[in-house]
C-alpha cells in the first residue's frame, strides 16, 4: 500500500468541466504541472493526467480531494459539481 501525500494547496479555482481545454493555470497561461481537485457534491469525474491518461472516477464521494495530477475534467461523462483545482 503506498502513502499519499498530503500537501496543503497554496492556490484554488473553480474548475468548468470541458471536452477540449485544459485547466488554465491559476498565474495564467497553460497548466504543465497539473492540479489536485477537491469534489463539492459526490459524483463522476472523468479526467486527463499529466502523463495522458484518461480515467474516469465513479462514485467520488462528496467533500474529496482525488489525489491525482490532473489536466483536464471532462464535461462528458462527469456529473460532480463544485469541482475545484488545487496548486
Known amino acids: 500500500?503506498?502513502?499519499l501525500n498530503y500537501t496543503q494547496a497554496g492556490r484554488a479555482?473553480?474548475?468548468?468541466?470541458?471536452?477540449?481545454a485544459n485547466i488554465p493555470s491559476v498565474s495564467g497561461g497553460e497548466n504543465k504541472?497539473?492540479?489536485t481537485l477537491y469534489t463539492g457534491s459526490g459524483?463522476?469525474?472523468k479526467v486527463m493526467t499529466i502523463g495522458?491518461?484518461?480515467?474516469?472516477?465513479?462514485?467520488?464521494?462528496a467533500g474529496?480531494?482525488?489525489?491525482?495530477?490532473v489536466l483536464r475534467v471532462y464535461a462528458e461523462v462527469t456529473t460532480a459539481t463544485g469541482i475545484v483545482a488545487l496548486w
Do not use: E
Not at 479555482?13 to 477540449?20: C, Y
Not at 474529496?64 to 495530477?69: E, N, P
Open 43 to 45: 459524483g463522476i469525474i
Open 52 to 61: 495522458g491518461d484518461i480515467v474516469t472516477f465513479n462514485s467520488v464521494p
Open 1 to 3: 500500500m503506498g502513502v
Open 33 to 35: 504541472q497539473g492540479c
Open 64 to 69: 474529496q480531494i482525488l489525489q491525482v495530477k
Open 13 to 20: 479555482a473553480a474548475v468548468t468541466p470541458s471536452n477540449t
